[in-house]
C-alpha cells in the first residue's frame, strides 16, 4: 500500500538479518500498529551484506525495503562501516584501533577499527559503493546514515605519524609551535617533529586541542570517502550520542548536507 509520505517520521532501529524471516510480517504488522512510517535498518549488518571480500547478498535487505514498503514504512539505510566483520580483521589486524595502553581492541564490539587504516578504507569504499549501486535508486530508500556513533580514537604508530604531519602543515615549524603552546612551560619544548606524543590523560592543553582537531580531521577524512559514493540525490546523516567530546560535531556536521 502507498499512502502519503508524511512531513515528520516516526520511526526505531529494525534488524531484519537477526530474526528469521518468517518473522518480518509479523514485525512489520507491530509496527502498522504502532503507526511507525520509517525504520533505519542495516548499520551492523557488514557480515551479512558483503559475507566475504566482495562477496555481495543484498538480496534479504532487497526484501526486507521491499516488504516494509508494501506497509507503507519507508527506509533509512545506513553504511555497515561502525562493525568491520571477522574475516576483513582476520585478512588486516591492523584495522583494529589501538587503545591508551598500546594493545589492539578486542573484535567483536563495534567501532573497532583505526579511522586511518588505509586497508580500513579500501575496505569501506567497496562496501558503501556496492549499497550505493545496488540501492541508492530504490524510491523506498528516503536517506541514509553514516556509520555508527563515531566514538573512538586509536593510539597506534600510524596514528601518531600522522598527528606529527599534521602538525607540521598546521604550524609550519616547530617554533611556531612552541611559541603558540607555550612549551617552555614545564621543560616541554621541541626540537623535532618526531618527539611529540599523542596525548593520554592531562597534558598541554595545546597539545590536546590540537589532537582533538586532527582525530576529527581523520574521522572527515574517512567520511568523505562515504559521502562521495552515496551522493547527490539524497539526504545523509549521522547518529551522534550526546555530546561526546572527543570530535568536534559542528565540523563533522558541515560535510553532511541534506539535499531536497
Not at 97 to 108: C, I, K, L, T
Request: negative net charge.
Amino acid at each position: 500500500m502507498t499512502e502519503p509520505r508524511p512531513c515528520l517520521h516516526l520511526g526505531a532501529a529494525y534488524y531484519p538479518e537477526q530474526w528469521p524471516e518468517e518473522r518480518w510480517p509479523e514485525d512489520i504488522r507491530l509496527m502498522r500498529e504502532a503507526r511507525l512510517t520509517v525504520v533505519r535498518m542495516a548499520e551492523f549488518a557488514w557480515s551479512a551484506l558483503e559475507p566475504a571480500r566482495g562477496e555481495f547478498r543484498f538480496d534479504w535487505l532487497d526484501r526486507a525495503v521491499a516488504a516494509l514498503a508494501e506497509a507503507g514504512i519507508a527506509s533509512v539505510l545506513s553504511t555497515p562501516t561502525a562493525g568491520p566483520p571477522a574475516w576483513l580483521v582476520h585478512e588486516h589486524p591492523d584495522i583494529l584501533a589501538v587503545d591508551e595502553s598500546g594493545r589492539p581492541v578486542q573484535f567483536g564490539n563495534r567501532c573497532h577499527y583505526c579511522v586511518n587504516s588505509p586497508e580500513f578504507h579500501a575496505a569501506v569504499s567497496r562496501i558503501v559503493a556496492a549499497m550505493a549501486e545496488h540501492l541508492g535508486t530504490n524510491s523506498h530508500v528516503i536517506g541514509w546514515q553514516l556509520d555508527n556513533e563515531y566514538d573512538r580514537v586509536c593510539y597506534c604508530d600510524r596514528c601518531r605519524a600522522l598527528f606529527q604531519q599534521y602538525l607540521k602543515e598546521k604550524f609550519g615549524s616547530l617554533d611556531a609551535l612552541n611559541e603558540r603552546w607555550a612549551t617552555r612551560y614545564w621543560s616541554q619544548t621541541y626540537s623535532a617533529w618526531e618527539q611529540i606524543p599523542i596525548p593520554i590523560g592531562p597534558h598541554s592543553p595545546g597539545l590536546m586541542l590540537a589532537f582533538k582537531q586532527f582525530v576529527t580531521e581523520s574521522y572527515r577524512r574517512s567520511q568523505r570517502l562515504q559521502l562521495d559514493l552515496l551522493r547527490p540525490g539524497v539526504w545523509v546523516t549521522h547518529n551522534f550520542m550526546g555530546w561526546y567530546d572527543g570530535l568536534d560535531y559542528y565540523a563533522m556536521t558541515s560535510d553532511q548536507q541534506c539535499e531536497p
